[in-house]
């Protein structure tokens, strides 16, 4: 059963930095395409970056320069260092998988809190 379970989130001021892992299993990582979401209350979920299996690596404008997305296919784990954070990015983020074997599957995990105070 496929399972992704997000960690590092919590609270910080503005100008900090935290770091996300997500760990998965039963998830194909080798041919998956990972990413991050993050949904802030009252707004809809939206893409913060994805990586490939290749490890080419997609970011919305709103973190370019900011955020890194990568992976550990040996360790069944992606990250998301979060750098030079803001009030902005206060969002619940979530980890998502998406991969191909016949048919398309997608995998969400639970989510974890992030909090950037001013």
């Known amino acids: 059963q496929a399972q992704l379970v997000e960690s590092g989130g919590g609270s910080v001021q503005a100008g900090g930095s935290l770091r996300l892992s997500c760990a998965a299993s039963g998830i194909p990582l080798r041919i998956a395409v990972m990413g991050w979401f993050r949904q802030a209350p009252g707004k809809q979920r939206e893409l913060v970056a994805s990586i490939s299996s290749a490890g080419r690596t997609n970011y919305a404008d709103f973190v370019k320069e900011r955020f890194t997305i990568s992976r550990d296919n040996a360790k069944n784990t992606i990250h998301l260092q979060m750098n030079s954070l803001k009030p902005e990015d206060t969002a619940v983020y979530y980890c998502?998988?998406?991969?191909?074997?016949?048919?398309?599957?997608?995998?969400w995990g639970q989510g974890t809190q992030v909090t950037v105070s001013s």
């Open positions: 998502n998988a998406n991969w191909s074997l016949g048919r398309v599957y997608v995998s």
